[in-house]
Every structure is written in C-alpha cells, then in structure tokens.
C-alpha cells in the first residue's frame, strides 16, 4: 500500500503564490509518475501537472507559465509551485502517483489539500 499526505493549501490572494508538497510512504516500490489534479463542485477533476521519474513534465494549458511541478526521487516527494493564482484556481488539489512495487501496479491518490484564490 502507498500512502500520499499533501501539504501548503491555504487562501491567498489574486497575483499570489503557494506551494504544495506531496510525500509518499509505504510499498512505493518504483514510482513512475507523480503528478498534481484538481477538482471544484459540479467539475470533473483534471489534470494540472505530472512529472516522470526521468523529469518529464506534462501541464494543462490554463497553468503553464505559472505553475512548476518538480521531484525529489530520493525523497518520493512532487512539489507543485503556483505563482500568479487567479480565482480560478480555486479547487481541492490531489497529489497522485502511479508506480510498481513488489505487490503489483498501484494508482494512489491523497486526501486533497484546499486552495482558496480570493479577489
């Protein structure tokens, strides 16, 4: 079993910043891919970064230029740095890692971490 415990949530205003840490623990065996998702009420969650174990990162349109994913494989950790909030980005964001250990193939997901953007 793997374990993910998100963190750096809070309320900011337009034009801030935050960062969100995300650390697995447990069977993380080999993680493949760590990424960052969010949800708002009524939405369907969606993607907004991952990152491969090799570096590899993928964003949504709506984020790039404002938001950097980055990883410590040491650490089994994914960062998440948000510059430029708008209100828009309000949502519960997840931390997610897929990955392989000796038990098989795993999909984990964290308890989400509230981002509250004001105006």
């Known amino acids: 079993q793997v374990q993910l415990v998100e963190s750096g949530g809070g309320l900011v205003q337009a034009g801030g910043s935050l960062r969100l840490s995300c650390a697995a623990s447990?069977?993380?065996?080999?993680?493949?891919?760590m990424g960052w998702y969010r949800q708002t009420p009524g939405k369907q969650r969606e993607l907004v970064a991952t990152?491969?174990?090799?570096?590899?990162?993928n964003y949504a349109d709506s984020v790039k230029g404002r938001f950097t994913v980055s990883r410590d494989n040491a650490k089994n950790a994914v960062y998440l740095q948000m510059n430029s909030l708008k209100p828009e980005d309000t949502a519960v964001f997840y931390c997610?890692?897929?990955?392989?250990?000796?038990?098989?193939?795993?999909?984990?997901w964290g308890q989400g971490t509230q981002v509250a953007v004001s105006s």
């Open positions: 997610n890692a897929v990955g392989r250990s000796w038990q098989g193939l795993y999909n984990s």
């Open positions: 447990g069977s993380t065996g080999s993680i493949l891919v």
């Open positions: 990152i491969s174990r090799g570096g590899s990162t």
